[in-house]
């Protein structure tokens, strides 16, 4: 009688790690010199607005509103990393866990990957998924964090 | 006289959009990679405001508030937190190490302009 091979979990688990640290660095790469670009576009439109000719100067505050457009847009690949890295870091969490001589308790592990997120959309998906760590400050569930970026709040 | 802002960011795109929009009004910037890098430049050099992330490598913002409101130079000087965290836990923690106010990201360029105008015209 055959056997089913096992699946080779600290394996995949590494892999995929890998997979994920490597699209962050090549997208990490491209949004700096796309970032450069942008920012040579949001230097050029301030310059142009200071133009003496009006045409120019038109112009020049056209482009400087595109760019502050796509500065704002760009900003989401800085989320969307920070996302990837946890992401990343969990599944490293969960090849050390299975590779240790004494595995941590799920409470543990879970806790250290809930404790690394910095967005409350990332929390409460967790706590939809896995449940509510005992101990874990809630996730604000009256808080809507689209509508919180962007915000500003002096003290 | 130019006024010079000191940015914190872990991240390269992040430093360059920032870095961009205080440009484009004519603000000076320094660049700082983290709480550490930021800190050793505060400690021999002064700036008028400083606007940095919170979660970063060897030192993270909120230490970062903590530790220049210790530096006689900087117990007046605005310290803006630009951050994906929005929940009030951690906006207490950062109100509590002395920032003077919170901006989650991404943030809108005119609107930050307009933040510190606010700020320095106070």
Known sequence: MSRTPSIPLPQLLELSASQVEVALQNAGAQVERLANSVAAFAKLGAEMCAHPDAAVAAQGVRISAEAQRAMFAMQFHDLLSQRLQHVRDALGDMHDALGAPAAPSPSVLLAAIRGRYTMEDERRMFDILLGHLPGAPPANADTDHESLRGSVELF | ?122
Not at chain 2, 12 to 22: D, E, G
Not at chain 2, 34 to 44: S, T
Not at chain 2, 104 to 119: D, H, S, Y
């Open chain 2, 1 to 122: 006289m130019t006024r010079t802002i000191l940015t914190v960011d872990d991240s390269t795109s992040m430093r360059q959009m920032v870095r961009a929009t205080l440009q484009s009004a004519g603000y000076g910037v320094v660049e700082a990679a983290d709480g550490q890098e930021a800190l050793e430049f505060a400690r021999g050099n002064a700036v008028d405001l400083v606007i940095s992330d919170v979660n970063m490598p060897r030192m993270d913002g909120i230490r970062l508030v903590h530790e220049l409101r210790s530096l006689p130079g900087y117990r007046l000087t605005p310290l803006l937190l630009l951050t994906t965290e929005s929940s009030q836990e951690k906006k207490l923690e950062g109100k509590r190490a002395g920032a003077t106010g919170w901006i989650v990201k991404p943030f809108n360029p005119t609107q930050l302009l307009a933040t510190l105008t606010k700020l320095f015209n106070a």
